[in-house]
């Protein structure tokens, strides 16, 4: 059967993507897209690069407009999903790509974002490994998925293994990634001018307040951790799109560099959007460039006692809209694959 | 009194650059250049933006043209420089902007570069802070000068202020840096090629493999750490010149975070071209481009116990050539700042 | 039915583009690979983003090896193709990404390339406008297929339908192009390092000798010129992919400026991929990154009797792999738009 | 003796360049900076890499403050810098790097702007071939110069010599110009984020409506033109700074092409910041950044019986800041090169 879908957000970068990768999905059909400021204009006008939905115009988010689908993709910024979606059919599909219903605690939300907490929903990363199995399972019985962070997700994936298979330790963990400007959406934000971004690297939410921190403990939480705590820290670096995300930490006294590599060969063993590359290969972000595929590269350095992963991510399509629709995919009893390129555009 | 100068490498990046910035010094006259390749041809024919050199033909590199200058820099492949310069005047003063005479250790040499180890030489970071005092001391009285590594010198004058003050722990350090392909020189290699980098970020030389580890460490030790480990990782983004590195250390528990900033206030106090920003303030590489800056920016992460240092920094000028001719300032007794722009260009 | 597949030079960029494409495409397998260097090694050791070939191993590029395929498509340096080319099966649908097969002219070859000129073959642009159709006739039933220089196919649609339509004149064209590195492909070019091309604009090729300009007068003399000329010059400009092609010639004097915009709507109006959009807008290459399609902004100027159209391309899509793919459906009387994406990756 | 100065639009980007070059002028001694909106900020807190002016706050632009000075650089948006400037000491010299005070015709005010037609200043462009002479001229007895528009004088630069001398047709100008966001200001329009900018080329001000194009009549009319005219398109592309513009003009009939670069060569003979390079050579934007240097690179296209030229400026020095102080070092009979770099800082 064919899926109808609804896409708010339609003019941002997030719902864009979705949209561009909706258009490769059989069985998805897009009948709705829907936006704030720019409502009543054709899609195409705020997103030219979509040329295949050329007869669509934009519509408000509201309630009213996006009801009746089978799916609905909110990419809205935070606190403004909640109120939406709570309007929305019990029984449609709703895949919240803001950070509303991310965060399973009230005191984390009220410490990185404050106002309202929302009830968190499933979290939509689906291969990331829990202490027992992957959080694929939680996805396939739910109808409402928080896709994550795209921060989050990508230093998650990077370090569970780890803590599931118990060779790293868990309150020393430290993590750099260079990012595009892409994951700030379409903000008209000095910082994020052209001017300032061509030839330069800057960081930003420096010293444990970046709002993706709590995301990544509560996702190593569920992968076995008792207390973890990391240092995070994004760097924007003048690429529109990727992460670079390098993470190490402290390996289990006695516990030799293939045991540790053997934890995440275990852990993505199969897996067709998560892969680790062999020894001495590292990933680049213009490999998965538009893809919906995780690069991991693995090394132990046995001078310090560490291991270091880098990870690769497209922060739109795996980061966000590929997640969704990965996480929606399953949800419904799709193949997962389904209208997700695991090819990147390189160079 | 005006000094005879000759560069040797001068159609390299690191050469050109030490051209750049000594047409700004008044002490200074450049009288030859030298080349291995490009010899017999004019020197703005390789370096095009260099045109106050329009007169200047690029000359072979042997003892005979380099003898007879009052100064003498040597930018040269690791592994050539040690062989002119035991041919040169014993009283001229000679600045490597190579490997050769940086590492202290024989073992090193032999574990990261391999072949001969050469004499050391006075290593040319002025500013770098020692147990007692700094390394401008030691540069006042020499004729030999080592220019550090440019991710060697960001990565010690990020963490050796909180070394030397007893603030952090010196066996948990960890850095990664973003940072511009110019570092690798003019080389013809596929992974430096435009449309490889253009778009992308990856990683090189990881997993405590990369040859500046031990020229840190030696800083490292120098500032008064006993047996110091880093895992170190630079990630090659697009941007031509810069490094943005951030390094973060765990605190000595019971250290408040103003004994913390302190030690970084202390040790560069009065420096003109190492800065520590104001409190919640962080460096871009775009604000040192051309400049002789390195601009750090300090953030105390109390829920993980850790100081993240972020440091920005030329890695053509602070990184190379101008810790050269500042170290040469100092040598000659001459006003340490001359020719060395504080100001980068920015945007 | 599925046609077997064999793709040559698929280490280098325009190859790796081909086999991109192609893992989307229903009807293609991809059943070899060759190189020449890289002749043994694993496709994604040199291809890392083509993760979905994960099998395939490049073998030497041979007419043992690649015959018995339904398609072959050469993506080999110019020169190389017609050796090649000659020892395959005659029924075998062959597309040549290089120049070999693009001349009709000897003596445009002798003068532009030099050595010897191979014989000419259909020309793989469907949409170019001719005196009577366009170029899709002459595909339906062809074996030999030569894919466009990207520089070239995209100046000719640029101003093809006007000479055909009779409203510019032929004599004063110019075109000025922005265009991205990969173009050179993998070449170990000095002029193509990173650090040479990020933060900068460059031209090459200036003055009348690039090669693609007896090709795009070939492509104006088919659409009707009769001894068309124009002055032609690509600037290298800091992006991995794309072309922005700035074309202007002169209004056929009494031709008003609707009629204009009317020549370039007749000559595309339905096609899929190559689109004209409104009066006002402006393509930019970002929307058409990986994707087969070619926008086209066009303004009147009549201050000076001029039109310039505007050109966004990706050139190893619709500039070669896409426009050799979308070449061979037509050839096998396959659906056009197969495999072929239409929506770009932006931003 | 020393000046001082004022400069005003102190936290924009032109405002910026101004007080970057100033800090290595020996005679101008910068005592006040305004703004309008960061009024009362500290000048390092908008433009951190101005790290010599740490001591200055930013004052608010009013008469009453920007009297007093010797000199007064104007950086204001246009329309602001005329009410401004009316109330200013008579024999302060004043810099206007706006556009009030360029045009001398009220119609292609009212045309291209609109609003009312501030008095025409002397243009500051010194090396402009006019007639007679150069621009030099006039400015050395002037104390009202209003700077060029970056790409107006670029053009100008390109073409005049030509003009002057004879040799190319007047009515039949093209220009294509790869130029960076920088030159757009600091303004917060969504076409003008990193995420639009990276990795896309896009054209702007398409079909003779940009505002710099009078500008250019205008200049090309001093250096003899009866009725010149002009096709001038700009492309952003993806570098902060530089404007490389490709003008090409038809040959007059008869003129070989030794004489075509004659005409050039004399044009520029001898001046330190307008270079032609030798016949063969091409400029890239990056051997100009951050310099006064304007490169012109020139080819005679037999073929089509043009010229083409290509000239490399950084449109924030040459283009703006550069070309104001020079103006001004002449108005004040100093030295025509004091605080002006010729050399680029590349890579």
């Not at 960081?203 to 190593?220: D, F, K, N, T």
Request: charged share 15%; glycine share 10%; aromatic share 4%.
């Amino acid at each position: 059967m064919t899926y109808s879908v609804a896409v708010s957000g339609a003019s941002g970068y997030a719902g864009g993507e979705i949209l561009r990768l909706l258009a490769g999905h059989p069985e998805f059909e897009v009948r709705t897209v829907t936006a704030h400021q720019n409502a009543g204009q054709s899609l195409i006008s705020q997103q030219p690069h979509l040329r295949s939905y050329a007869g669509l115009t934009l519509e408000p988010t509201t309630p009213e407009v996006l009801s009746g689908h089978d799916v609905v993709f909110l990419a809205l910024p935070h606190g403004a999903s909640a109120a939406v979606a709570a309007q929305l059919d019990a029984d449609a599909l709703i895949i919240d790509c803001g950070a509303d219903h991310r965060l399973e605690s009230a005191a984390d939300w009220a410490a990185f974002y404050g106002g309202d907490h929302a009830e968190p929903w499933t979290y939509g990363v689906p291969e990331l490994p829990l202490a027992v199995g992957t959080q694929r399972g939680a996805l396939a019985s739910t109808r409402r998925i928080a896709a994550p962070g795209c921060n989050a997700s990508t230093v998650a994936l990077s370090l569970a293994p780890g803590i599931r298979a118990g060779v790293i330790e868990e309150r020393d963990l430290v993590s750099v990634l260079a990012v595009g400007p892409s994951g700030a959406g379409r903000s008209l934000k000095a910082d994020l001018l052209a001017s300032e971004i061509l030839g330069s690297a800057s960081p930003y939410a420096v010293g444990g307040v970046h709002r993706h921190i709590p995301e990544i403990l509560q996702s190593l939480r569920a992968a076995g951790a008792a207390e973890p705590a990391i240092s995070f820290t994004p760097v924007l670096v003048p690429m529109a799109r990727g992460i670079l995300a390098t993470s190490t930490a402290r390996i289990v006294p006695g516990t030799d560099a293939a045991a540790v590599r053997a934890a995440w060969e275990a852990a993505y063993a199969g897996e067709p959007f998560v892969q680790l590359l062999p020894d001495g290969e590292m990933p680049r972000t213009a490999d998965v460039l538009g893809a919906n595929t995780a690069l991991l590269g693995l090394a132990v350095d046995e001078a310090v006692g560490r291991v270091v992963v880098i990870a690769a991510v497209d922060n739109l399509v795996k980061g966000t809209a590929g997640a969704a629709i990965q996480s929606a995919n399953i949800a419904l009893g799709l193949r997962e694959t389904l209208g997700l390129p695991v090819n990147g555009v390189a160079p």
